[in-house]
């Protein structure tokens, strides 16, 4: 009903930065919020950044001031651009949506996962 298709994830030097990219499709009437959530291995799935359809976001403590997210609604895309990157951002990154159907129902999706390595 809701797919998301994920891009820009890489290997890049600490202090680098990426934009990573998230754009929702199918049967959305409206998009609440869009985030990101990231996986390192052996730790548990964390809320990195997240925007409300008004233009609230929340972000993760260790991203504050190094993390942006933003959004496009006539897109439907979420944008994350991180600068400053850091050996500890590694990690998995998952776009999420919690989204309104045309069917009036909600619902939440998952993108399939980009990989983000900050290494020298």
């Known amino acids: 009903q809701v797919q998301l298709v994920e891009s820009g994830g890489g290997l890049v030097q600490p202090g680098g930065s990426l934009r990573l990219s998230c754009a929702a499709s199918?049967?959305?009437?409206?998009?609440?919020?869009m985030g990101w959530y990231r996986q390192a291995p052996g730790k548990q799935r964390e809320l990195v950044a997240e925007i409300m359809r008004g233009g609230t976001t929340n972000y993760h403590d260790s991203v504050k001031g190094r993390f942006t997210i933003s959004r496009d609604n006539a897109k439907n895309t979420v944008y994350l651009q991180m600068n400053g990157l850091k050996p500890e951002d590694t990690a998995v990154y998952y776009c999420?949506?919690?989204?309104?159907?045309?069917?009036?129902?909600?619902?939440?999706?998952w993108g399939q996962g980009t990989q983000v390595t900050v290494s020298s």
């Open positions: 199918g049967s959305i009437s409206m998009i609440y919020t």
């Open positions: 999420y949506s919690r989204v309104l159907l045309f069917t009036a129902q909600d619902f939440t999706s």
